[in-house]
């Protein structure tokens, strides 16, 4: 017999969140009893969504120089799952390993999704269009209230609730509003991999909306190379996505030809005898554009003056504050969340036995190519065996 109160089943573990890490820890989960409550009609909608559909699911890359976060703290949760071992889960579905060492799923990633939920409805209960508004606790038990009115109760809480970005996937910052009701710290969440819209000084981006250019950004004593592409509103493209983790107030360095220099750039103009917008390596368009920002004419190579070089060697340099960025409804994720010193190596909370945190909502933040689903199985896996292992030490006790 389950144990209950009054008629209330009490779960061995309630999952709040059916996304990627929520699924993840339930088919990991050695426990009696499992529920996971989901407050979208289907679970797992970002999955859905990921790589464009075809689920980047994980880099060959993986390591800790690709999150933002506690370096100690990630890379212990790194450690318990390989980028082979999560893949191997999946079998028999295929990933391509693909440019940046990213592996995508090769079908589409409502397979994931399907094996995921496959999975966890042997061992677990799903329980969707429940949205959990309340968590309290008292002695051992943790009481959940829906905002319809259910009551749960549970030994053990995994907070897998995601981060506010991409709203229209269920998404939600509960994660942040359950610890912080625990007296549990967290950092805001704020959006990241997302576009960065501009000033008044760089409102020139946006008359070259959908040129793309491969770039090196600096920031925040990082460098990171990929593509940058202009748009209506300023500046995305996977290298911008990427320095947008990073960056809090502040410029950003670009370099818009970073395999050149102003002496190659001569040679290059057929030792400046051709003009500038002739430059087979950057596009015309982004360089008229740029020479109106300077206020200077297109124009044989070696007929610019020592002062005018100066602005053109600005295509290496080029300092821009960004306004913001792009917002929530465009991030790919949510940076922030629950604060890492708040939380063991096994991602429970060291106020709060048995409340446990997995995914987005930690405040862990990987680049784009896999990073952060990687991270949200890893964390996933850790709080599961935790939860095992408790559990089974308990039924040591009583049967021993
Ligand atoms: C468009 C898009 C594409 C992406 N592509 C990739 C990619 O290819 N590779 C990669 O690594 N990452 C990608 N990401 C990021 C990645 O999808 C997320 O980091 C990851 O899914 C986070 O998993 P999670 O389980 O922590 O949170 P989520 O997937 O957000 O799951 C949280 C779940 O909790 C539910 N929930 C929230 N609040 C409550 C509540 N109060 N009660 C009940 N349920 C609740 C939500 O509805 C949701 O289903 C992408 C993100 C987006 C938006």
Avoid at 97 to 102: C, I, V, Y
Avoid at 138 to 157: H, P, Q, R, T, Y
Avoid at 184 to 189: N, R, V
Avoid at 202 to 227: C, D, H, M, T, Y
Wanted: aromatic share 10%; glycine share 8%; proline share 3%.
């Amino acid at each position: 017999m389950r144990p209950k109160i009054g008629e209330i089943l009490i779960y061995d573990a309630v999952i709040v969140g059916a996304g990627a890490a929520g699924l993840f820890s339930a088919i990991n989960l050695r426990a009696k009893s499992v529920l996971i409550v989901e407050k979208n009609a289907l679970a797992g909608r970002k999955i859905l969504a990921s790589g464009g559909g075809r689920c980047n699911i994980t880099n060959a890359n993986l390591s800790v120089k690709n999150y933002l976060g506690d370096e100690n703290f990630i890379s212990q949760i790194l450690r318990r799952l390989s980028v082979d071992e999560l893949l191997s889960v999946f079998a028999p579905l295929e990933f391509s390993l693909e440019k940046n060492a990213q592996y995508f799923c090769k079908n589409h990633s409502r397979a994931v999704l399907q094996k995921l939920l496959s999975m966890a409805q042997k061992t677990c209960e799903i329980r969707t269009n429940c949205e959990i508004c309340e968590i309290s606790k008292s002695g051992e038990i943790f009481n959940l209230f829906s905002i319809k009115g259910e009551k749960f109760c549970a030994k053990n809480i995994i907070i897998a609730t995601g981060g506010p970005s991409f709203r229209a996937l269920g998404a939600s910052d509960s994660a942040l509003s359950f610890a912080e009701s625990f007296g549990i710290k967290c950092e805001k969440f704020r959006p990241a991999l997302v576009g960065l819209c501009v000033q008044k000084s760089e409102f020139w981006f946006k008359n070259l909306s959908g040129v793309s250019l491969g770039v090196r950004a600096k920031l925040a004593g990082r460098e990171i190379a990929g593509e940058a592409l202009f748009t209506h509103r300023g500046i995305s493209g996977p290298a911008i996505l990427n320095a947008s983790l990073f960056w809090r107030s502040g410029k950003i360095t670009l370099n818009c030809a970073p395999n050149h220099n102003m002496q190659s750039l001569e040679k290059t103009l057929n030792g400046g005898k051709k003009q500038l917008s002739s430059l087979p390596f950057l596009p015309k368009r982004f360089v008229l554009e740029f020479l109106r920002s300077q206020n200077l004419q297109d124009k044989i190579f070696s007929k610019y003056s020592p002062a005018e070089l100066e602005k053109i060697a600005r295509i290496f340099s080029y300092e821009f504050a960004p306004a913001g960025t792009f917002g929530f409804e465009k991030a790919e994720i949510s940076a922030g969340g629950v604060c890492t010193d708040e939380l063991g190596a096994d991602c429970e909370s060291r106020k709060i036995p048995g409340l446990y945190f997995a995914g987005e909502c930690i405040d862990a933040s990987g680049m784009l190519g896999g990073y952060n689903l990687h991270f949200a199985f890893a964390s996933a896996l850790c709080v599961a065996r935790a939860i095992n292992s408790k559990l089974s030490a308990r039924n040591l006790a009583k049967f021993g």
